[in-house]
């Protein structure tokens, strides 16, 4: 269990309404990371902080940002939700010096 | 960007038996991941290779990191019902700092008893 809480685990909203998910980890890691996935396409890294206030895109970011105040918590927002946005998004964390990342249990996201 | 072949897509085979999946890249990597996922549920690491050639297991599963950086392959024995899920692959460039994965479009088991 790496202590990774996603929350809200489902939500369905309105194209053009604004949506905001929160990952929340409980180990102090650096390293934070939002991935979606869709089928055909794997998982797909869309931003990731190394830090308090440090972010970076990801290769699927746009109509995405991202905000770290806290160590603990990385936030993903959608300004407006469009149906291309549906989707399942993972929060992840890194784990000490290795490449190795460890995932949340997901956020199912239906934009209609 | 980069993209990471997975094959097969899926299979289907007979408890027991072992499987064989793999993975392969048009660049090169430093680490190689295999992740497993349940349905509703994120992807749980199996096994973490770092170095050219390593060959690595875990329980059941033998990994391997290919000569070349480009590839990798995953091999289950004496497959069981629960091996049941989706097997990803991801491959990273940079350790040293932040570890941007990118993932195969993953391997479907099903095991049939």
């Known amino acids: 269990d790496a202590g990774i809480t996603q929350s809200p685990r489902h939500k369905v909203t309105e194209t053009g309404t604004p949506v905001t998910l929160r990952c929340h980890q409980t180990e102090n890691h650096r390293y934070m990371y939002w991935y979606r996935q869709d089928p055909g396409h794997g998982l797909r890294l869309i931003h990731y902080?190394?830090?308090?206030?440090?972010?970076d895109k990801g290769e699927v970011s746009d109509g995405y940002s991202v905000s770290r105040s806290k160590t603990e918590d990385f936030l993903l927002t959608l300004e407006s939700a469009t149906s291309s946005q549906t989707s399942v998004y993972f929060c992840?964390?890194?784990?000490?010096?290795?490449?190795?990342?460890?995932f949340g249990e997901g956020s199912r996201l239906t934009v209609l | 960007g980069q993209q990471l072949n997975q094959s097969p897509q899926s299979m289907f085979i007979q408890e027991g038996e072992d499987v064989s999946m793999n993975c392969t890249s048009s660049?090169?990597?430093?680490?190689w991941l295999w992740y497993k996922q349940d349905p509703g549920e994120g992807p749980v690491l199996l096994i973490a290779l770092y170095k050219a050639g390593e060959l690595t297991s875990n329980g059941r599963l033998t990994a391997q990191f290919g000569i070349t950086r480009k590839d990798s392959f995953l091999n289950i024995s004496a497959s069981i019902p629960s091996d049941v899920g989706i097997y990803f692959c991801?491959?990273?460039?940079?350790?040293?700092?932040?570890?941007?994965?990118?993932f195969g479009t993953g391997t479907r088991l099903q095991v049939t008893l």
């Open positions: 902080s190394y830090g308090v206030k440090d972010t």
């Open positions: 992840a964390i890194r784990a000490g010096g290795t490449g190795e990342l460890f």
């Open positions: 991801a491959g990273s460039i940079n350790t040293g700092t932040a570890s941007k994965l990118t």
């Open positions: 660049s090169i990597f430093n680490t």
